[in-house]
Nanobody, 124 residues
Framework: QVQLVESGGGLVQAGGSLRLSCTASGRPFNRNAMGWFRQAPGNEREFVAA????????YYSDSVKGRFTISRDNAKNTVYLQMISLKPEDTAIYYC?????????????????WGQGTQVTVSS
């Protein structure tokens, strides 16, 4: 049974930092792209960042580019999202996702496995 488990969310003041982790179990994902999405109350789930199977290629939404960094450790079957200069509009539930594809995808429906999400709240 495949599981993605996120951790690292919490409450932080504007301008602060958090690092999210997502550890996969049940099968290796070292040949698969992975991504982070987020969903704020009343909004649809949106793309945040993605990384290809090797970690060489990354892609970010315009709203987080320059502030968030996605990375992965295939030996640990884990992907990370380092977030700095956080803003109140970053407040959302953050979801980790994995696709069976090796290449980066920005499209929610192309991801096959999802975590339960971790809450990030940024106070002003």
């Amino acid at each position: 049974q495949v599981q993605l488990v996120e951790s690292g969310g919490g409450l932080v003041q504007a301008g602060g930092s958090l690092r999210l982790s997502c550890t996969a179990s049940g099968r290796p994902f070292n040949r698969n792209a992975m991504g982070w999405f987020r969903q704020a109350p009343g909004n649809e789930r949106e793309f945040v960042a993605a990384i290809n199977w090797s970690g060489v290629a990354t892609y970010y939404s315009d709203s987080v580019k320059g502030r968030f960094t996605i990375s992965r450790d295939n030996a640990k079957n884990t992907v990370y999202l380092q977030m700095i200069s956080l803003k109140p509009e970053d407040t959302a539930i953050y979801y980790c996702a994995a696709t069976i594809r090796p290449t980066v995808s920005l499209i929610l429906n192309e991801y096959d496995y999802w975590g339960q999400g971790t809450q990030v709240t940024v106070s002003s």
